[in-house]
């Protein structure tokens, strides 16, 4: 489960089925997070990739540390 108080971060781009579910989820939920669309910022691409060493979107944080993607944002929110 997700503290509501939790501090979400999520790496998207447009045209990303993943990425439209993983926020949908979260907003279902009544969680706020804070979108940073990576489609055409280089300089958000190499922040996302430095943070996670990952490639793959979307890119979920709560409070700061990387859990993972739409899948694992599912089996949080279970």
């Known amino acids: 489960m997700i503290d509501p108080d939790s501090s979400i971060e999520i790496y998207t781009i447009r045209a990303c089925g993943f990425c439209a579910m993983a926020k949908e989820m979260l907003q279902s939920h009544g969680i706020h997070y804070m979108e940073h ?3 055409s910022d ?5 922040e ?3 943070r996670s060493r990952s490639r793959g979107l979307p890119q979920i944080f709560i409070d700061g540390e990387f859990v993972g ?10």
């Open 37 to 39: 669309d990576v489609t």
């Open 42 to 46: 280089a300089l958000k691409r190499r």
């Open 48 to 50: 996302m990739l430095r």
């Open 69 to 78: 993607g739409c899948h694992e944002l599912k089996e949080l929110l279970d």
